[in-house]
């Protein structure tokens, strides 16, 4: 299997330490990954009883609504239990995604210090690009106007 | 008379036909992406087509067949403009009210799994977005997608 595709597979990493289980996605999350990872973290949960599940969201490549699905399904079951679910590090895209459904206002969403610190500079770089296009345009403006005669 | 936005030439076009499997999923996403690259689209872009492509081919396969054999129907034109024109079609089940079905969060689905998201996410990844549908015959989703910047390099 080439690189790429043995990067594309999905499926999770798991860590449990002092009652948090720590599951980091991999790969896409699509109906099919879906279906396939979420019996697989039901079982951990039922047999670990964590009081708090954290879905680590950074390696993630691709996810669509079926991601949504996954993290509710697997909120209901921590609900049920006593527990409490988190998603970290979510992309931007995944972001989105959540908040389209308003999933953020029910699941809690947090971030380490590493993404605040890239979202900090990507937004740093965005306004700076932003004033550049907006100093070129009118820089362009201002050499038509003075080319009429 | 008023030109539609989408109304330009095609100037290339691909069909593929793939059992409404799950495992094909990523399949037809990766063609679709593929096949649009021939339009020069962005990065952020094309994960767009990829998200409302995955959702699109899910819906066939979820809700369509509901699991069972069938043919997922995929069609993409390109036209001028830098359009994609990506339709997806299936001859499941058909949906009952497209309206209803439309609606953020509503799903038949009873197990609980499925957010009911597909189609506002497939709205809101791509500029237009048609579906029709007749109970017992099958659904057509078309998306049309207007690649608007430059491609990373």
Redesign the interface.
């Known amino acids: 299997m080439c690189a790429a595709a043995r990067d594309r597979k999905p499926g999770f990493d798991s860590e449990f330490t002092g009652e948090i289980l720590k599951i980091k996605l991999r790969g896409e999350i699509d109906h099919h990954s879906a279906v396939a990872v979420r019996t697989a973290i039901d079982d951990m949960i039922k047999q670990k009883r964590p009081i708090k599940l954290v879905i680590d969201m950074s390696a993630i490549e691709l996810m669509d609504s079926s991601g949504l699905g996954l993290i509710m399904g697997r909120y209901a079951l921590m609900k049920e239990l006593g527990g409490q679910t988190v998603v970290l590090d979510p992309s931007p895209r995944v972001e989105k995604i959540m908040s389209l459904a308003g999933l953020e206002r029910i699941v809690r969403v947090e971030y380490t210090k590493q993404t605040v610190e890239n979202k900090e500079s990507r937004g740093h770089a965005e306004r700076i690009a932003s004033a550049t296009m907006s100093t070129n345009t009118a820089q362009s403006n201002h050499k038509k106007k003075g080319s009429i005669k | 008379m008023k030109r539609s936005r989408f109304g330009g030439k095609v100037i290339n076009k691909m069909q593929l036909k793939l059992p409404a499997l799950?495992?094909n999923?990523?399949m037809a996403?990766a063609a679709v992406a593929a096949f649009c690259a021939q339009l020069d689209p962005m990065a952020v872009e094309i994960?767009d087509v990829?998200?409302a492509v995955?959702?699109a081919v899910?819906n066939c396969?979820?809700h369509g067949y509901r699991d069972k054999e069938g043919i997922i129907y995929i069609t993409v034109s390109l036209l001028e403009g830098r359009i994609a024109k990506i339709e997806i079609k299936d001859r499941g089940c058909g949906i009952e009210d497209v309206s209803e079905a439309r609606q953020?969060?509503f799903t038949t689905d009873a197990a609980?799994?499925?957010?009911g998201?597909?189609f506002?996410?497939m709205e809101?990844f791509t500029d237009c977005l048609k579906v029709t549908s007749r109970v017992g015959k099958g659904t057509s989703i078309v998306m049309y997608k207007v690649f608007g910047g430059r491609s990373d390099t």
């Not at chain 2, 609980?112 to 957010?115: A, H, I, K, L």
């Open positions: 799950s495992a999923e990523g996403r994960a990829k998200c995955s959702e899910t396969i979820v953020p969060l609980g799994e499925r957010s998201m597909g506002t996410v809101s």
